[in-house]
């Protein structure tokens, strides 16, 4: 069974489902958000991870089926949810190949408006994971910044960044890699990389999300440094949309 066979399957038996990471305001103390993530259920071999099969999906030309397939199914679980919960918001990934196909906006806002879901409840987050071509994709970020979808700049400070990408793209958010949330803490403690991102993030006024986040002691560290925005398992892990939605009830 070839990988590309493989993932074709999975779409049409959809054996594909998201689950959904609460994203909190730490200044405030409530749930702001969700980040979608995709799950492989009913299949346990090497292409289980997305970080694994979504390189295998953008090389076999089968992204922009799975970001549709992706789409319909936030809208699926959770379109009417949003409508009728207006201070909620969920983020989607896209792939850096997603970026090179503008008429995306278009998909997403026809659902948007076919849900009543304002424009500012869906977030788009493009990986700096690897390399992004700044000339190719700043176009579709501003576009779809245009529409009123804010971008958010993912795992930042693990590919190529830096303050001149960074304001060159034009995002609204900056999300602080994991591995740099890892060791604000502990034995080898190392604030360096994580003071600089979020002094780079203040100085362009970009909205901070801390990833990774375990712990309270690193919630103060952030808190203290003005990222308003944590999201990891320390808050919860990613869940099912029904999940989602009780864990919301309960905090509210
Ligand atoms: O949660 P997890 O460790 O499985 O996520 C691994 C990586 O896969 C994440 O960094 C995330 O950016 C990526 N990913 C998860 N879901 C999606 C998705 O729906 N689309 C794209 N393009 N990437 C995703
Ligand atoms: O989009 P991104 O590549 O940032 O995906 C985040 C990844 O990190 C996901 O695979 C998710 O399951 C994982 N993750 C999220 N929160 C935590 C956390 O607090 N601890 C650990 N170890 N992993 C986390
Ligand atoms: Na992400
Ligand atoms: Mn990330």
């Known amino acids: 069974n070839s990988p590309r066979r493989l993932l074709m399957n999975a779409m049409k038996k959809k054996q594909f489902h998201l689950h959904y990471q609460p994203i909190v305001d730490i200044k405030l103390g409530r749930c702001v958000g969700a980040e979608a993530l995709l799950r492989w259920h009913g299949y346990s071999g090497p292409l289980v991870s997305p970080a694994v099969f979504i390189p295998v999906a953008e090389r076999e030309g089968l992204m922009s089926h799975l970001t549709e397939y992706v789409i319909d199914y936030v809208f699926d679980d959770l379109g009417d949810y949003l409508a009728k919960t207006p201070d909620i918001y969920i983020s989607i990934n896209l792939s850096a190949t997603d970026f090179h196909s503008p008429y995306l906006i278009d998909w997403i806002s026809d659902k948007a408006h076919q849900f009543g879901v304002k424009t500012g409840q869906i977030k788009i987050e493009v990986t700096e994971r690897g390399f992004i071509d700044v000339a190719k994709t700043t176009p579709v970020i501003q576009a779809f910044r245009a529409a009123g979808f804010e971008v958010a700049i993912d795992d930042f400070g693990t590919g190529y960044s830096n303050l001149q990408n960074l304001y060159s793209l034009n995002v609204d958010i900056l999300k602080i890699d994991k591995s ?72 509210a």
């Open 180 to 251: 740099f949330i890892d060791t604000l803490i502990g034995p080898n403690t190392s604030h360096l990389i994580a003071e600089h991102i979020i002094e780079m993030a203040h100085s362009l006024q970009l909205k901070t999300i801390a990833e990774g986040v375990e712990n309270m002691e690193q919630v103060a560290w952030l808190l203290k440094r003005g990222v308003q925005y944590c999201q990891g398992w320390y808050f919860a892990r990613a869940m099912p949309s029904d999940e989602f939605e009780a864990w919301l009830a309960r905090k």
